[in-house]
Nanobody, 122 residues
Framework: QVQLVESGGGSVQAGGSLKLSCVAS????????WGWFRQAPGKEREAVAA??????????ATSVKGRFTISGDNAQNTVTTYLQMNSLKPEDTAVYYC?????????????WGQGMQVTVSS
């Protein structure tokens, strides 16, 4: 089993920055794919960013491209992903989730974090 623990959410004024973290532990593979998602009240969940274990296939939603950066690293028994969010806007307000996919890779992610609130005030 794999556990994901998120941290770094909170409140910030427009134009500010936040860095989200997500640590995965448990039965991990050497290959994996990280994703960050968000869901605002009354809206569907949307994909924000994704990256492979080797740094390849880095991708972003159009709405965050140039402002958000996804990255990752690994330690002996854990892997971590970060989402650096700069120039935040009120429309970035949402609950943010990290997600981890391991082989065999599919359309859906295998494991999800608990979610954390990010609130951007104008």
């Amino acid at each position: 089993q794999v556990q994901l623990v998120e941290s770094g959410g909170g409140s910030v004024q427009a134009g500010g920055s936040l860095k989200l973290s997500c640590v995965a532990s448990g039965r991990l593979f050497n290959m994996y794919r990280w994703g960050w998602f968000r869901q605002a009240p009354g809206k569907e969940r949307e994909a924000v960013a994704a990256i492979n274990w080797n740094g390849d296939n880095e991708s972003y939603a159009t709405s965050v491209k140039g402002r958000f950066t996804i990255s990752g690293d690994n330690a002996q028994n854990t892997v971590t992903t970060y989402l650096q969010m700069n120039s935040l806007k009120p429309e970035d307000t949402a609950v943010y989730y990290c997600a981890l996919d391991m082989p065999p890779f599919g359309f859906n992610y295998d494991y999800w974090g608990q979610g954390m609130q990010v609130t951007v005030s104008s």
